[in-house]
């Protein structure tokens, strides 16, 4: 522990050396509304092109020719793994939103390529084979509505309108799957234990909704959300297996605000405010001075708990962190939530920094 901590130290002295993005006025926050085209403002913001998206070219580029994405879904197509995953398919949003950032069609061709491998496999009741199917499938279709809900909001809607209206009933279909009973059921089930899917899976259908139009799926995502809202603990974290988890904390605040955005009425919206507000603040309390957060007693990642579909150990989503708080700076104009998101992203540089060096 005493080596972990002079090391720290010596790695937060450096971090001035770290290229890190430049906080902007509170005044130059990109303007929020509610819609589509808040999100996309917030999706295409100069924030985030100067991180997550800050070398485009490597956006979604573990990618097959035909679209198959990652070695989990290239092996089973190719033979040498027994199974594949249809949420392996939904990095294409990153080459999406790329795209429409830097206003560059061959992103947005990769990610598209990379979604229509995935619609390949949707089977005629809208579902995919493939193991955790409920869960799996909440990633891709939320991912692939999100998707064709800022192309057609953006600047380079024209060239992709077909792309759109080719995917969209192919999106309802498989919200409808997930709506049905015989699905649905077993699915919560399966999810209960972890908040940030009621948002994910509030998500899937809502934005599916929207983009078809389909006032039903709206409905069936509200009580998803509700769900998830019954759920905050006082202290203000959305619990994951039973206890806190900063990673999964911070995917759920992201889906959470995308939803506030993209589909929620005023009403709920009001009914939102408060887990978010909350959240945000547990958040905020576990980030240290050099940007790093303090996970703690976090029960699925940061401590070798649980490994992911590549069979990667789970650490914590700083690309989520320090996006749900930017976003939070757009909707409450309150620009110490910006400051953070900056912070948290010298955070996530300072602890990759760490674990090269083997301090973590």
Same mark, same amino acid.
């Given at each position: 522990?005493?080596?972990?901590?002079?090391?720290?130290?010596?790695?937060?002295?450096?971090?001035?050396?770290?290229?890190?993005?430049?906080?902007?006025?509170?005044?130059?926050?990109?303007?929020?509304?509610?819609?589509?085209?808040?999100?996309?403002?917030?999706?295409?913001?100069?924030?985030?092109?100067?991180?997550?998206?800050?070398?485009?070219?490597?956006?979604?580029?573990?990618?097959?020719?035909?679209?198959?994405?990652?070695?989990?879904?290239?092996?089973?197509?190719?033979?040498?793994?027994?199974?594949?995953?249809?949420?392996?398919?939904?990095?294409?949003?990153?080459?999406?939103?790329?795209?429409?950032?830097?206003?560059?069609?061959?992103?947005?061709?990769?990610?598209?390529?990379?979604?229509?491998?995935?619609?390949?496999?949707?089977?005629?009741?809208?579902?995919?084979?493939?193991?955790?199917?409920?869960?799996?499938?909440?990633?891709?279709?939320?991912?692939?509505?999100?998707?064709?809900?800022?192309?057609?909001?953006?600047?380079?809607?024209?060239?992709?309108?077909?792309?759109?209206?080719?995917?969209?009933?192919?999106?309802?279909?498989?919200?409808?799957?997930?709506?049905?009973?015989?699905?649905?059921?077993?699915?919560? @089930?399966?999810? *209960?234990?972890?908040? !940030?899917?009621?948002?994910?899976?509030?998500? %899937?259908?809502?934005?599916? #909704? =929207? /983009?078809?139009?389909?006032?039903?799926?709206?409905?069936?995502?509200?009580?998803?959300?509700?769900?998830?809202?019954?759920?905050?603990?006082?202290?203000?974290?959305?619990?994951?297996?039973?206890?806190?988890?900063?990673?999964?904390?911070?995917?759920?605040?992201?889906?959470?605000?995308?939803?506030?955005?993209?589909?929620?009425?005023?009403?709920?919206?009001?009914?939102?405010?408060?887990?978010?507000?909350?959240?945000?603040?547990?958040?905020?309390?576990?980030?240290?001075?050099?940007?790093?957060?303090?996970?703690?007693?976090?029960?699925?990642?940061?401590?070798?708990?649980?490994?992911?579909?590549?069979?990667?150990?789970?650490?914590?989503?700083?690309?989520?962190?320090?996006?749900?708080?930017?976003?939070?700076?757009?909707?409450?104009?309150?620009?110490?939530? @910006?400051?953070? *998101?900056?912070?948290? !992203?010298?955070?996530?540089?300072?602890?990759? %920094?760490?674990?090269?060096? #083997? =301090? /973590?």
């Amino acid at each position: 522990m005493i080596v972990r901590r002079l090391a720290r130290g010596l790695l937060c002295a450096a971090a001035p050396m770290i290229a890190v993005a430049q906080p902007l006025a509170v005044d130059a926050l990109p303007q929020w509304r509610p819609g589509v085209r808040g999100d996309l403002a917030f999706q295409s913001s100069a924030f985030l092109r100067s991180t997550a998206y800050a070398k485009p070219d490597k956006t979604a580029d573990q990618v097959a020719p035909d679209g198959a994405y990652g070695p989990l879904n290239q092996g089973w197509e190719q033979g040498t793994k027994d199974h594949w995953l249809i949420e392996e398919q939904r990095n294409a949003v990153d080459a999406v939103i790329a795209g429409i950032s830097y206003h560059r069609q061959d992103l947005i061709s990769r990610g598209e390529a990379i979604f229509d491998w995935g619609f390949r496999q949707e089977r005629p009741d809208g579902s995919f084979n493939c193991p955790d199917g409920f869960h799996s499938m909440s990633f891709f279709v939320e991912a692939a509505a999100h998707a064709a809900l800022l192309l057609r909001s953006s600047d380079m809607a024209a060239q992709n309108e077909g792309w759109v209206s080719g995917v969209a009933p192919k999106l309802r279909l498989a919200a409808y799957w997930m709506l049905a009973p015989q699905n649905a059921e077993p699915g919560q @089930a399966h999810d *209960a234990p972890y908040t !940030h899917r009621f948002y994910l899976d509030a998500d %899937a259908l809502g934005e599916t #909704g =929207v /983009l078809v139009r389909d006032d039903g799926l709206v409905r069936a995502s509200r009580d998803y959300v509700r769900r998830g809202l019954a759920r905050q603990d006082p202290s203000g974290f959305n619990p994951e297996k039973g206890g806190p988890d900063t990673s999964y904390h911070a995917v759920g605040l992201l889906f959470a605000e995308t939803y506030y955005t993209v589909v929620a009425d005023d009403e709920l919206r009001g009914e939102m405010q408060p887990m978010l507000v909350r959240g945000l603040g547990w958040l905020a309390g576990r980030v240290r001075p050099d940007g790093t957060v303090d996970q703690t007693g976090n029960t699925r990642t940061g401590f070798g708990q649980e490994r992911g579909p590549q069979g990667n150990l789970k650490t914590m989503s700083y690309g989520s962190a320090y996006r749900a708080s930017f976003y939070w700076a757009m909707i409450s104009g309150d620009g110490r939530w @910006a400051n953070m *998101a900056y912070r948290l !992203h010298q955070g996530q540089q300072v602890e990759t %920094a760490e674990r090269k060096a #083997g =301090v /973590l």
